[in-house]
């Protein structure tokens, strides 16, 4: 099977990360984007090198559905470690493990430490939790790779307890733009849903809260879904079985095709063909479809189980950006959820690099009254930040103009030169949240930028690559940014290093004042 570009350098990556001493990095790929291919191909990789390799996961639909692609893509096949099947013994080298299972001590205890030499996790979001730990402590020589659908900075501060290394990410926005996943179409739904009462649990909303604040506007998202998406098919997120149960039932009264899945479900194998077939358009359940599960034709995805953890927001999400003939768009049905909390996911999150950005989409999109793209309204959501932030510079700016300082505030920089991935940055690894080095002290100060406002060492690593590539590509230093904004120019973090030179030498021969003729706020260079 000959790997996607992005495929190809994601394992390239992470055996990278490995050669280079991090026993244990992450690879992020977004739902639909063939991530059981890539870790696939480096478990064939690895078994060459003479490895045995375990990969786990908690849920039997992920142990068979890499079984399948493993053997698809390499031809190799998968012992089982799962209830009283066992890999000791098998002459397979790769072997796929249920983590309730591998748990056990008496189950852990019949493996040499050594047994295996490589393991890989599948939705390794999870693996932040004690049954992983006992696994990886016990083969401690291992190895590991987890692999997860694009984790925000919350996760990954979970995560980098149990990871060194982000090896690789791919986003779902590079994904959509290249073509491999479909374009995002969100819609808000004008429906005021209040969720201030609901309370937490584990990190995210309680799903028996939800229910109860869901329950009385059942009948109005029917109706408006039977406005929107009845010549969509459609799958439905809902909080409780019961719930799932009772809103089928609704839809049906409204003419859909509809029905219901969840774990107790005798029928549910001839049910999920059934809906691939086409036999349903509207498919309903309570979280039992957001692993482990794939129709490509899904082409609407309706979230009636808010969170607040956006690796599970974007699982759901994932069930509908999947290519299939004929398919355009996703349609995602949003609403005008009410809670005092922020942190709840909406589309914006799924592409918007910073809360700010998100806040601002969020805001924008509910005014439309239509579906829009969800990348064409980050851009332009983070055009309106860039402005609003510019503007707040420039009162800044004008504060300190009676302040002289010897050395750029890197906050200012940022600012000019537009680094939204630098304002917003939060530390992930241990590394990256110690202080910064004397080195990265001195070098900061070389370029101009003061280092006392620099909180950590990921952040100052972040910005002295930022400096460095500036430089390769000619463009403004902090220096001359800071003297020519002072002197109320604008966008000069985007300007050519040689044109902002030219132009200093002119204000510097003309007295240090700006030269006849030149008026800052529309000059163009």
Same mark, same amino acid.
């Given at each position: ?337 009410? &809670? %005092? ?11 918007? +690099?910073? *809360? !700010?950005? /998100? #806040? @601002?989409? &969020? %805001? ?11 990348? +064409?309204? *980050? !851009?332009? /959501? #983070? @055009? ?14 004008? +504060? ?126």
């Amino acid at each position: 099977m000959e790997l996607r570009p992005y495929q190809q350098a994601a394992r390239e990556a992470v055996e990278n990360r490995w050669e280079q001493g991090d026993d244990s990095t992450l690879l992020s790929i977004p739902t639909g984007c063939g991530k059981t291919v890539i870790f696939a191909k480096i478990a064939e990789d690895r078994v060459r090198q003479g490895d045995r390799v375990l990969i786990l996961a908690h849920r039997g639909e992920l142990l068979d559905q890499a079984a399948d692609k493993l053997h698809t893509a390499t031809g190799l096949s998968c012992a089982t470690e799962k209830a009283e099947q066992s890999c000791l013994g098998s002459w397979l080298r790769v072997a796929v493990g249920s983590v309730q299972t591998l748990m056990r001590p008496k189950r852990l205890a019949a493996f040499p430490r050594d047994y295996f030499g490589t393991i890989i996790i599948d939705e390794a979001h999870h693996a932040v939790s004690d049954s992983y730990g006992r696994i990886l402590n016990h083969f401690d020589s291992a190895k590991v790779l987890g692999v997860t659908a694009t984790p925000d900075r919350g996760d990954m501060r979970n995560l980098g307890s149990v990871f060194q290394s982000l090896a690789y990410e791919y986003s779902l926005t590079k994904a959509i733009r290249e073509g491999y996943l479909v374009p995002i179409k969100a819609l808000t739904v004008p429906l005021k849903m209040d969720l201030s009462g609901v309370g937490v649990q584990s990190g995210d909303f309680k799903p028996g809260d939800l229910d109860s604040a869901l329950d009385p506007y059942l009948y109005q998202i029917a109706d408006e879904m039977a406005k929107t998406c009845a010549d969509r098919k459609t799958v439905v997120f809902l909080p409780l079985v019961k719930t799932s149960q009772k809103f089928r039932d609704i839809l049906c009264s409204r003419g859909f095709r509809a029905a219901e899945v969840n774990g107790e479900s005798p029928d549910r194998a001839e049910i999920l063909a059934a809906f691939d077939r086409g036999e349903y358009n509207v498919l309903c359940n309570s979280m039992l479809l957001t692993e482990g599960w794939d129709c490509p034709s899904v082409n609407c995805v309706v979230v009636l189980r808010p969170t607040k953890v956006r690796s599970l927001y974007s699982q759901m999400v994932g069930r509908g950006t999947r290519l299939f003939p004929g398919k355009t768009d996703l349609l995602l049905l949003d609403f005008l959820w009410h &809670t %005092e909390r922020h942190e709840l996911c909406r589309p914006a999150h799924l592409v918007c +690099e910073t *809360a !700010e950005v /998100a #806040e @601002s989409m &969020t %805001e924008s999109a509910a005014e439309q009254g239509g579906p829009v793209d969800i990348l +064409e309204a *980050a !851009e332009q /959501a #983070e @055009s309106d930040v860039v402005q609003q932030r510019e503007e707040s510079l420039a009162k800044q700016l004008a +504060e300190m103009k009676s302040r002289k300082r010897r050395l750029v505030d890197p906050l200012q920089f940022e600012l000019s030169i537009q680094a939204e991935d630098l304002a917003g940055y939060t530390p992930a690894f241990g590394w990256e949240i110690a202080p910064p080095s004397e080195k990265q002290i001195g070098a900061l100060e070389k370029w101009g930028i003061r280092p006392d406002e620099i909180e950590c060492a990921g952040k100052a690593a972040k910005l002295l690559d930022r400096l460095a590539a500036r430089r390769t590509e000619g463009l403004t230093t902090p220096k001359q940014i800071r003297f020519l904004e002072g002197k109320g120019f604008t966008h000069v973090g985007t300007w050519q290093f040689e044109q902002a030179k030219q132009l200093i030498d002119r204000i510097a021969a003309n007295g240090w004042r700006i030269p006849r003729g030149i008026d800052p706020k529309t000059y163009m260079g």
